[in-house]
């Protein structure tokens, strides 16, 4: 499957914990109808989760099966892929990777919010500073098809979704 198979581009966003990845995914999929995949949840109602990793406070993903069952729902295109992670989906799935960012002090407060406390707030505020997500992203996919957004303030998750839309009348001129 290649883009030129899919009518509607499939559009991925990552990023730490935290930095807005639900909210921006939310707010696109009300605006231009793609379902809203939220790879955590999908994971959750299709089984996919294993037993519970002490180290990290969260179950183990069965990557294999979680792959299989989004691979239908991929092929048509038009999806928005929410998850905080991106090496272990197919490169050929994405036309956009789009990587969301904030800022440390913004992240703690969102997270602390979240009731995150001790390692995991510390691991998840260390993956934002060594920028794990977005290295991730770059050395999964084409440089050109990956792009960074900072997320910190309301005005800017407004024209994050707006550069997302119009990223997307762009793909779809260009591709179809
Ligand atoms: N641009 C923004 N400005 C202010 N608050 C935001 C912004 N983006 C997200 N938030 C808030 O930050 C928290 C975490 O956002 P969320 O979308 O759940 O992050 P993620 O899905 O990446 O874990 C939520 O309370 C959300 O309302």
Redesign the pocket.
């Known amino acids: 499957m290649t883009a030129k198979h899919r009518n509607l581009p499939n559009i991925l966003?990552t990023?730490?914990?935290?930095?807005?990845?639900?909210?921006?995914?939310?707010l696109l999929s009300e605006r231009i109808k793609y379902p809203w995949r939220?790879v955590s949840k999908l994971a959750e109602e299709y089984s996919c989760l294993d037993e519970y990793d002490p180290e990290y406070q969260c179950p183990f993903l069965n990557e294999d099966k979680l792959l299989d069952i989004m691979e239908g729902m991929m092929a048509k295109g038009g999806n928005i892929v929410?998850y905080?992670g991106c090496e272990f989906f197919p490169e050929r799935w994405f036309d956009g990777v789009f990587v969301?960012r904030?800022n440390n002090t913004?992240l703690y407060d969102?997270?602390s919010?979240?009731g995150y406390t001790g390692k995991k707030l510390e691991d998840n505020i260390q993956c934002e500073i060594f920028e794990t997500l977005l290295e991730e992203a770059q050395s999964s996919y084409k440089p050109e098809i990956v792009q960074e957004l900072q997320?910190?303030?309301?005005?800017?998750?407004?024209s994050?979704v707006e550069g997302i839309v119009q990223w997307i009348e762009r793909w779809k001129e260009d591709n179809i």
């Open positions: 966003i990023g730490t914990p935290g930095v807005g990845k639900s909210t921006i995914s939310k939220e929410d905080h969301i904030a913004t969102r997270l919010a979240r997320n910190n303030t309301e005005e800017q998750l407004h994050n």
